[in-house]
């Protein structure tokens, strides 16, 4: 369904009974919309839409990190947002924090897939499922209710990590708005540019945004308002977040905006820059089930900046971890060398310690593998023959931070020794030098408050002794 715009002098009707009708038919008007499109962004959807929830789910809500999705993993995303004095207003402007003109509720829907190594795909169709306009005046409003646009994005990290991270955005947009003064008459697609990084100190992690958008404007819409389509932006956002492990939520806080690259007249007391932030949490119901509520505001008066907003919303991940890296690291007595394609390769050594992040375990399960597991210990075994034959074996168990401390240390005790009876049923190594230890969540390597992250943790660490005189 298309969506316009127009600028008309609406009936006066009650804000409150309006927001009832429209939280009602949210669910029944969502249910056809999930085969319309699925969501990305910040400040590059429509000027009617600051607010774009990313993809991929990672770190933040709107702001991009700079890591992506591993391959094999898909996240889903539903997000509402009710914001509060969105709409420009041209005549007897009387919009505040505390006097409410107008409302309009809308929905998010996305898919992210980690498809290649540092390689993740989105895709976004934003919907507006009810406004509200009490107030009498020349102004904006749709006409219509439906999808706004299809915005399709590709992320590549170059750079880093986990912990700290580069990547490259490009994303597509196609306005589906029609007469929208503020990209004109028969406006063509748009396409945005983004730099993405990231960085980790310890639970706090911080974000930065750094873009420009390619606009292909329209005429003016001579008939509506002398308004001038917008030209190329500017686009840069930044967040901070902190990961409470013990109640498993992330409290996260943003900023994002857009600016012109050259002055326009708006014709409202709105301006062509915009800037928002908001404040929000992130909770983790499971490991694949994570819900965000938070609140914003404007920063400058600019356009689509609502001088409230409330947003909540779900996001669901699946799959496992696509050809991991055989190794995080391995350590040897007198050094730490970088991770190596094979650790099995090359002489052995005094003492090594070898993470495989291919012997992984489903959520809150001790026994069940997944990943390539029998064929990586079958090559471990072989491995711990060579001679000089190894001495003794230390296997850690690891999880991850959902659970409480006691609970995780019993359980990653109960994978350790799942791989120690693995290693002397099916390979016949000797029980007496084999010794199972369980770390629990302790020490994690990724990001506890992500789906993969988790799945990362999920893990078992293998240290070998070796007398080498032998």
């Known amino acids: 369904m298309l969506i316009r715009n127009r600028i008309t002098k609406p009936k006066r009707t009650h804000l409150e009974t309006a927001h009832r009708q429209t939280l009602a038919a949210a669910a029944m008007a969502l249910l056809p919309s999930l085969f319309t499109g699925v ?22 809500v709107t702001v991009e990190s700079g890591q992506v999705l591993e391959p094999g993993i898909v996240n889903f995303g539903l997000f509402l947002n009710d914001q509060a004095n969105s709409l420009p207003y041209f005549a007897d402007d009387q919009q505040s924090h505390t006097r ?15 498809l290649l190594p540092g390689l993740e795909m989105g895709l976004s169709a934003p919907q507006v499922l009810g406004q509200n306009s009490p107030t009498t005046g020349y102004h904006g409003e749709y006409n219509a209710l439906g999808n706004t646009e299809i915005r399709l994005q590709g992320k590549y990290q170059f750079a880093g ?19 929208n003064p503020y990209t004109g008459a028969n406006a063509g697609p748009t396409t945005n540019f983004v730099l993405a990084g990231h960085t980790t100190y310890g639970k706090a992690k911080f974000g930065l945004n750094l873009g420009y958008r390619f606009r292909q404007p ?17 686009i840069a956002s930044g967040a901070l977040s902190y990961l409470i492990t013990s109640i498993q939520t992330k409290l996260i806080w943003e900023v994002y905006g857009s600016a012109p690259v050259r002055q326009v007249d708006t014709f409202s007391r709105r301006q062509a820059s915009s800037a928002e932030t908001l404040f929000g949490a992130k909770h983790d119901f499971s490991s694949q089930l994570s819900g965000h509520f938070g609140i914003g505001s404007q920063l ?3 356009i689509s900046s ?7 919303g779900i996001n669901y991940a699946m799959g496992q971890l696509s050809k991991p890296a055989p190794a995080q690291k391995f350590e040897t007595i007198s050094q730490v060398t970088p991770a190596k394609a094979d650790p099995f390769s090359g002489p052995p050594k005094p003492r ?22 029998d ?22 168990g690891h999880t991850d931070s959902i659970g409480s401390e006691t609970y995780n240390a019993e359980l990653s005790r109960k994978r350790a020794e799942t791989i120690r009876k693995w290693l002397i049923d099916k390979h016949h190594l000797p029980p007496n030098k084999i010794i199972a230890i369980g770390r629990g969540e302790s020490m994690p390597i990724a990001d506890n408050g992500n789906y993969q992250g988790r799945q990362l943790n999920r893990r078992v660490a293998f240290t070998i002794y070796r007398d080498m005189a032998k």
């Open 352 to 373: 090594e310690k070898i993470v495989i992040h291919d012997v992984l375990f489903e959520y809150d399960s001790s026994t069940l593998v997944v990943g390539g597991a």
């Open 375 to 396: 064929g990586t210990l079958s090559r471990l075994a072989g491995y711990l023959m060579t001679k000089p034959v190894f001495t003794r074996l230390i296997i850690e």
């Open 39 to 60: 969501s990305y962004g910040n400040v590059i959807g429509a000027d009617t839409q600051n607010f774009n929830p990313t993809t991929s789910g990672l770190d933040f």
């Open 300 to 302: 400058i008066n600019g």
């Open 218 to 234: 329209g005429e003016t819409i001579t008939t509506a308002a002398p308004i001038t389509p917008l030209p190329d932006q500017y």
């Open 161 to 179: 990590d986990q912990e700290s991270g580069l990547a490259a955005q490009l994303v597509a947009n196609v306005n589906r708005i029609k007469d």
């Open 100 to 114: 409410f003109t107008d409302a309009i509720l809308s929905a998010d829907l996305h898919v992210g897939v980690g």
């Open 306 to 312: 609502p001088f409230w907003r409330v947003y909540t």
